[in-house]
T-cell receptor, first 116, second 116 residues
């Protein structure tokens, strides 16, 4: 079974500074994908970044980068130059690629607050 | 390109009633997944439909059911509502044509269901 762990309490960061949101995972599948989603108070889940288990390089998407350490089973999200609009819940999720399967397993999420 | 749409956005029902939620995926997307989000349990996978067939199912009672139409639109039904069914119900769509397009899973704004 897959498991995603996000244990950080609410995170605070000063505007324009960088912040790292932690995520560890557990799976017995050799092939899987890791995702980060942002959920503002409106409720919609916004896709941020994706990392495949066989990708050689860490994924980057604009101000978002994923610090992927496969041996440690961690996939931390780094947000550079934080903006006030980054205040939201952030979810780490995983999907395995065995069979035809689009199911995502989510962590509990982390609340990020950006201070002006 | 229009995003994933869900209707209604808000719904109030009483215990014992039934409810139907609707999801229209992004044009061309054939996979629709449903998730339940509650403060206590977090985000949990309900089921996934692909080409009108249920392809994957989460660990929910039989009161939760769904279907997908030939135009890929999906409906989710909950019968005999319980207080614990109060949640944000999120729908996600994906091309799900191959391993690469499996990675693109876009969420709708959700339907917030309150059971009194």
């Amino acid at each position: 079974a897959q498991k995603i762990t996000q244990t950080q309490p609410g995170m605070f960061v000063q505007e324009k500074e960088a912040v790292t949101l932690d995520c560890t995972y557990d799976t017995s599948d050799p092939s899987y994908g890791l995702f980060w989603y942002k959920q503002p108070s409106s409720g919609e889940m916004i896709f941020l970044i994706y990392q495949g288990s066989y990708d050689q390089q860490n994924a980057t998407e604009g101000r978002y980068s994923l610090n992927f350490q496969k041996a440690r089973k961690s996939a931390n999200l780094v947000i550079s130059a934080s903006q006030l609009g980054d205040s939201a819940m952030y979810f780490c999720a995983m999907r395995d690629f065995t069979g035809a399967n689009s199911k995502l397993t989510f962590g509990k999420g982390i609340t990020l607050s950006v201070r002006p | 390109k229009a995003g994933v749409t869900q209707t209604p956005r808000y719904l109030i029902k009483t215990r014992g009633q039934q409810v139907t939620l609707s999801c229209s995926p992004i044009s061309g997307h054939r996979s629709v997944s449903w998730y339940q989000q509650t403060p206590g349990q977090g985000l949990q996978f309900l089921f996934e439909y692909f080409s009108e067939t249920q392809r994957n199912k989460g660990n929910f009672p039989g009161r939760f059911s769904g279907r997908q139409f030939s135009n890929s639109r999906s409906e989710m039904n909950v019968s005999t509502l319980e207080l614990g069914d109060s949640a944000l119900y999120l729908c996600a769509s994906s091309l799900a044509r191959d391993r690469v397009t499996y990675n693109e899973q876009f969420f709708g704004p959700g339907t917030r269901l309150t059971v009194l």
